[in-house]
């Protein structure tokens, strides 16, 4: 099998909104509503890729993407955090990090992890955060393995149907 990661450039929007409705749909059955995760607008999604990718920074701010035999089958989205109690100068967001259901338990994850926090570590961050669903056990035991802990930040839910109580977990890169 081969895999590779490179940066996510314009001409992948198209494959990287199928990737995340699949992902987002398995990823959060149970976690969201059934009827938001069937209403995810693949097109809509798409339009919003071509908007991020046109404004990468790199190297503080991109989109990493994993291809599995020249498909994309996951991605992550980094870039300075906009919580308002870091400093964005030291302290990077991982926004989004999914892949396709088919490649969960097999490195796939990690791989990528791995090639995100050595692009923050060489853009100079040095710490990195990112939000989970409350309910998303298994992704928080995820990035738990990988050594991300919770900080004791929490986000409520905004009363939306769609949206759910977030925990802020924390990683130092040096």
């Given at each position: 099998m081969t895999r590779e990661i490179r940066r996510a450039v314009a001409g992948d929007a198209?494959?990287?909104?199928q990737v995340q409705a699949a992902s987002?749909?398995?990823?959060f059955r149970g976690v969201l509503p059934d009827a938001y995760l069937a209403d995810l607008d693949v097109d809509a999604l798409r339009s919003g890729w071509s908007e991020l990718l046109a404004d990468a920074r790199w190297p503080r701010a991109a989109t990493l993407l994993l291809k599995e035999e020249g498909e994309i089958v996951g991605y992550s989205r980094f870039?300075?955090?906009d919580d308002g109690d870091v400093d964005p100068a030291r302290v990077a967001m991982i926004g989004s990090m999914y892949t396709l259901p088919r490649v969960w338990r097999t490195g796939a994850g990690r791989m990528l992890m791995s090639a995100v926090i050595g692009a923050l570590t060489e853009a100079g961050y040095g710490t990195a955060t990112l939000?989970?669903?409350?309910?998303?056990?298994?992704?928080?035991?995820?990035?738990r393995a990988l050594g991300w802990a919770g900080d004791g930040t929490r986000h409520a839910g905004d009363g939306d149907s769609a949206a759910a109580g977030k925990l802020r977990f924390r990683r130092q890169l040096e």
């Amino acid at each position: 099998m081969t895999r590779e990661i490179r940066r996510a450039v314009a001409g992948d929007a198209a494959e990287l909104a199928q990737v995340q409705a699949a992902s987002w749909r398995a990823a959060f059955r149970g976690v969201l509503p059934d009827a938001y995760l069937a209403d995810l607008d693949v097109d809509a999604l798409r339009s919003g890729w071509s908007e991020l990718l046109a404004d990468a920074r790199w190297p503080r701010a991109a989109t990493l993407l994993l291809k599995e035999e020249g498909e994309i089958v996951g991605y992550s989205r980094f870039y300075p955090s906009d919580d308002g109690d870091v400093d964005p100068a030291r302290v990077a967001m991982i926004g989004s990090m999914y892949t396709l259901p088919r490649v969960w338990r097999t490195g796939a994850g990690r791989m990528l992890m791995s090639a995100v926090i050595g692009a923050l570590t060489e853009a100079g961050y040095g710490t990195a955060t990112l939000w989970v669903l409350e309910e998303n056990v298994r992704a928080q035991g995820f990035y738990r393995a990988l050594g991300w802990a919770g900080d004791g930040t929490r986000h409520a839910g905004d009363g939306d149907s769609a949206a759910a109580g977030k925990l802020r977990f924390r990683r130092q890169l040096e």
